[in-house]
């Protein structure tokens, strides 16, 4: 790649310089929930070690400052999805063991090996190369079994064949690891055939002399609903922000450690059969006042959400309305109701029962929470509550 054209690229990832006066939105993000939610998901985990999963900018709630909070509050490890987003959290000071999920190509071990980065191995088509290049350019592994995901990971059919490269790279080999298909399944038969596959996985390369120190099979849900046999460490991802899509979490009072704020920036007072918004999709049934607030599809707050979604105010809460656009979305109000440019109105609750809390809004739109706070742009300042 030119030069010239990775800068482009590693600007794009920074995060914009936030200003006081600048774009009203923010994520507040409030760290302390998090911690304790680490606290209730070692407890449901048995005490087992926890790699906390922080790819995608730590589900969109911030990489670097959600995994320093972890650090401090003893988790064990925090696992990524690439080596770019590896070396982000190297470069914030995080200095615990971190894994990159995704895998690695063989000729970036020397940047991973510097890093201290632990990579788990995706599948059989670079084992020869590594066995050459970890002496040099030493990195833990972690083994990923397919046992039913069907994406990365050896399949038990290519074990056998690949025992002899394994034993190669025996004495870097720290971990084995699945990942369940169906953990929020009730009905848990996949996941138990899974399990088993793993267990099979396990003995066979017991057999080759292979003995992983660390397994770990077990997402958010499966450390909820105690689906954790031998493993001695476990990979949670969305419980630690405070979400969930089985009943067990909110039972274990997971706390959401993310809300999203807009400060309005204009009001109108309108007539009757006033329209709102592209394609004119909304028609006021009676005079109202419309706010309007700086978020839109742009900041990942979902387009199909107008007309469908409402925020919170004073207490209270009102319908989102008309379509929402690339940077705005508009807000009905009665005109009994007090509101001036500046009021902050949140379009993401903290609070689970809310009827704008992400996972109620998730299933609105037919999808889960994860796709929401992915989304949320980096445009948008995150500000960290201790
Ligand atoms: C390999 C792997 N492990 C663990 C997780 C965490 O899953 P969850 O957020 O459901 O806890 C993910 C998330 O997608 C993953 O891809």
Redesign the pocket.
């Known amino acids: 790649m030119p030069n010239d054209e990775r800068l482009v690229n590693e600007q794009h990832l920074e995060p914009l310089m936030p200003h006081p006066e600048g774009r009203a939105l923010r994520a507040e993000v409030d760290l302390g929930r998090i911690a304790r939610n680490l606290d209730r998901i070692r407890t449901a985990s048995g005490g087992r070690g926890i790699?906390g999963?922080v790819?995608a900018n730590a589900?969109g709630h911030g990489a670097v400052p959600v995994s320093r909070a972890l650090e401090d509050a003893g988790v064990y490890g925090l696992?990524v999805?690439s080596l770019e987003e590896g070396l982000e959290l190297r470069r914030g000071a995080i200095e615990c063991p971190i894994l990159v999920?995704g895998g690695l190509r063989p000729e970036a071990l020397p940047a991973a090996s510097v890093e201290n980065l632990t990579i788990?191995v995706v599948g059989p088509e670079h084992l020869d190369d590594y066995a050459r290049a970890l002496p040099q350019h030493p990195v833990r592994l972690h083994l990923?079994l397919d046992t039913g995901m069907g994406r990365?990971g050896l399949l038990p059919s290519e074990l056998g064949e690949n025992l002899p490269q394994l034993q190669r790279l025996s004495p870097w080999i720290e971990g084995a690891?699945g990942?369940f298909a169906t953990?929020d399944d009730p009905d848990s038969g996949f996941a138990q055939r899974q399990r088993r596959t793993f267990d099979a996985c396990l003995s066979q390369l017991a057999d080759a002399g292979i003995h992983p120190e660390q397994r770990h099979h077990g997402?958010?849900?499966a450390?909820l609903r105690g689906m954790l046999d031998q493993d001695t460490h476990v990979?949670?991802?969305?419980?630690?922000y405070g979400l969930t899509m089985v009943a067990e979490g909110r039972a274990l009072g997971l706390e959401p450690a993310l809300e999203l704020v807009a400060e309005v920036a204009r009001v109108k007072a309108m007539p009757a059969g006033t329209t709102v918004g592209y394609g004119r999709t909304f028609v006021a049934p009676h005079p109202l006042q419309i706010a309007t607030l700086a978020c839109g599809y742009a900041d990942g707050y979902r387009r199909d959400l107008g007309n469908r979604a409402v925020v919170g105010f004073k207490g209270r809460t009102f319908p989102v309305v008309g379509r929402i656009s690339m940077d705005y979305l508009t807000v009905a109000l009665p005109l009994d109701v007090p509101v001036a440019p500046g009021d902050p109105m949140t379009l993401y609750s903290g609070d689970p029962a809310a009827a704008h809390s992400l996972e109620r809004l998730a299933q609105t739109l037919g999808t889960i929470p994860?796709e929401l706070t992915c989304a949320l742009h980096r445009r948008i300042t995150r500000r960290f509550l201790p």
Request: glycine share 4%; with cysteine; aromatic share 16%.
């Open positions: 790699w999963v790819k589900y696992a999805s999920l788990a990923k990365f690891m990942h953990a997402n958010s849900d450390c990979r949670p991802g969305l419980a630690l994860y």
